[in-house]
């Protein structure tokens, strides 16, 4: 199978080729931790994890790091060279705390997001503050070949001395003058050059370094830095959102390059920002969504994992609670189909064979689907057709039962449906034999009030050819 994967850098959709064999050595723009994630926020990291579970199906092994960054990025964040205060330390004035306080809390906030979305667990998840001896290295190394320079205890990147910057973002170093959207800074050579260590004894994280008493790095150093001790000099995979074009991934290609000799990555690939009824999110409007306000509108995370990968990671997608139910609606048939393979599996009678041309077009149209650049819309109505076949009673036993388990590892890779074969419950199955032999003898009060029970139950039936399926609510 041939996966094609669209690089930001090249503007092409180009088959993916590792550049060790079996092996993804894969890096994902994780959050700056000055406050929850809202779902927007998820959409990025939940694309990565996505395509870690699609690499993996693929029989890749995948060293994945995703970051979470605890100093150094700044409020203008907008261009390279950024300026205003530290998000962190911002937050911390405005909660009378301490930065690291700040930090814990808010990153224990998103660990129990990402493992209440399903996230598999990266191979590490680096701190920028955990790296600050690399991230000096690296900025050292940069001065020694001529792409950085020192003014006092700050230090700027040279982009004049790369002459491919501006190639992931299309941003021209001519186009980048002072007093435009860059503030007008004397000590530097070009007003596109930005700082890779920054001098402040106001900031309240910082380290004495070869560079001076109160430095702290300048945020695009640290993913650079964290990277190469982890991954190693050259990667396959970086990913972010859209936002992280420029100036964040275009500053790490730069770096990078210039330290290690190498580009940092083959493959750069980014999610698009998700819309909030039919805009962008805005405190104003009351719209900002975190996870726990999704579940305390009565829906499971998995819904909104559902929601936030149903479309294709390079489409804008919106989400509203009326969506919502459309998708807890969606996934409660998709969820049918390992509960109607179950019972097509213990089925007897019949040719077991049957149906086995419609689990090649619903895996062969998944594979297809996900095979190209992870359309996921194209391999969930792969999925979603399959459910057909089963309810007409089409698919044999032997087919159930090899459906079944690949089903399991479809459903790892999308990380919303329910795989399981449904567990066998002595009370149900004799509630819904209880219904079967009343309406047998036309007991219609007997038969409804079997039924009754089982919806008091939480269960929901549904009669197919192969009898009554069931399934908890």
């Known amino acids: 199978m041939t996966f094609l994967v669209h ?174 959207r860059i503030e007008v800074n004397e000590e530097k050579r070009h007003p596109a050059d930005f700082a890779l260590w920054k001098s402040d004894p106001a900031h309240l994280m910082k380290w004495r370094t070869v560079f001076g008493e109160h430095g702290f790095p300048g945020w695009h150093i640290e993913c650079s830095a964290m990277a190469k001790a982890l991954l190693g000099d050259r990667i396959d995979i970086h990913t972010g959102g859209e936002d992280n074009v420029f100036p964040h991934h275009e500053c790490e290609i730069a770096q990078s390059a210039c330290a290690n000799g190498v580009e940092m990555a083959t493959y750069w690939m980014h999610a698009k920002f998700l819309q909030v009824d039919g805009g962008k999110m805005s405190k104003s409007l009351g719209n900002v969504y975190t996870v726990p306000d999704v579940v305390a509108r009565g829906f499971e995370p998995r819904h909104l994992r559902f929601a936030l990968l149903r479309g294709h990671y390079r489409t804008q997608i919106n989400f509203t609670w009326a969506i919502m139910e459309e998708i807890r609606s969606r996934l409660e048939n998709l969820d049918e189909l390992a509960v109607l393979l179950s019972r097509a599996k213990g089925a007897e009678g019949g040719d077991p064979e049957a149906g086995r041309e419609h689990l090649a077009a619903a895996r062969d149209g998944f594979e297809a689907g996900m095979n190209d650049d992870l359309n996921t819309p194209v391999a969930l109505a792969a999925l979603e057709q399959f459910r057909r076949p089963l309810l007409d009673g089409a698919v044999g036993s032997a087919v159930a039962s090899e459906a079944l388990e690949w089903l399991g590892r479809a459903g790892e890779v999308l990380g919303f449906i329910e795989t399981s074969e449904p567990e066998a419950d002595v009370e149900i199955e004799a509630l819904i034999e209880q219904r079967n032999a009343a309406k047998a003898a036309k007991d219609w009060a007997a038969a409804d009030a079997a039924r009754d029970a089982l919806v008091a139950m939480g269960i929901e039936l549904q009669d197919t050819p192969d009898g009554v399926v069931w399934r908890r609510r």
């Open 7 to 180: 690089n930001t850098l090249t503007k092409e959709k180009t088959p993916f080729r590792s550049i060790e064999e079996g092996v993804v050595r894969m890096y994902n723009c994780g959050p700056t931790v000055y406050g929850r994630p809202h779902i927007g926020n998820y959409r990025s990291f939940l694309f990565a994890d996505l395509l870690r579970g699609w690499l993996e199906y693929l029989g890749y092994t995948v060293h994945q790091v995703m970051n979470i960054t605890d100093v150094g990025h700044l409020t203008d964040d907008d261009v390279a060279d950024a300026g205003g205060d530290d998000k962190v330390e911002a937050q911390a004035r405005r909660e009378k705390k301490d930065p690291r306080e700040i930090t814990e809390g808010y990153t224990a906030m998103f660990l129990e997001d990402m493992a209440a979305l399903g996230v598999r667990e990266p191979k590490a998840r680096p701190r920028a503050t955990e790296y600050i001896d690399e991230m000096v290295e690296m900025v050292e190394r940069l001065i020694e070949l001529g792409h950085a320079y020192r003014v006092g205890d700050n230090v700027y990147f040279d982009v004049t001395s790369f002459p491919e910057y501006g190639r992931l973002s299309g941003n021209r170093i001519d186009d980048l003058e002072a007093g435009k």
